[in-house]
């Protein structure tokens, strides 16, 4: 078992930006692949960045390269998400997500990730 815990999120005005945290604790080895995810009151659960964390290989949802990162530190067990310039529509709640799963493929796709933490508000304001 894998247990995640968000923080980060609040509100901001269209061009700011947030850094997102989610600390994992618990069988954290066991997770190959790390997420970030969001969902919009309406809407569908969207992937936002991955990382592979073997590889060190990244992966970014076309609608918010180039804005945001993400990042991992081993050695505190902690996934971040560095958003910048946001817009409006990047309001969301924002969910890490994990998974032992080794391949490459899916890596943005919530089907993919067995474990989710209970997620941070992401208020963007035009």
């Known amino acids: 078992q894998v247990q995640l815990v968000e923080s980060g999120g609040g509100s901001v005005q269209a061009g700011g930006s947030l850094r997102l945290s989610c600390q994992a604790s618990?069988?954290?080895?066991?997770?190959?692949?790390l997420g970030w995810f969001r969902q919009a009151p309406g809407k569908e659960r969207e992937g936002v960045a991955a990382?592979?964390?073997?590889?060190?290989?990244?992966y970014t949802a076309a609608s918010v390269k180039g804005r945001f990162t993400i990042s991992q530190d081993t050695a505190k067990n902690t996934l971040f998400l560095q958003m910048n310039s946001l817009k409006p529509e990047d309001t969301a709640m924002y969910y890490c997500?994990?998974?032992?799963?080794?391949?490459?493929?899916?890596?943005?796709?919530?089907?993919?990730?067995?474990?989710w933490g209970q997620g941070t508000q992401v208020t963007v304001s035009s």
């Open positions: 990382i592979h964390t073997r590889s060190g290989s990244t």
């Open positions: 618990g069988y954290v080895y066991s997770s190959n692949r």
């Open positions: 997500a994990a998974d032992p799963k080794s391949t490459l493929v899916a890596m943005l796709d919530s089907n993919a990730y067995n474990y």
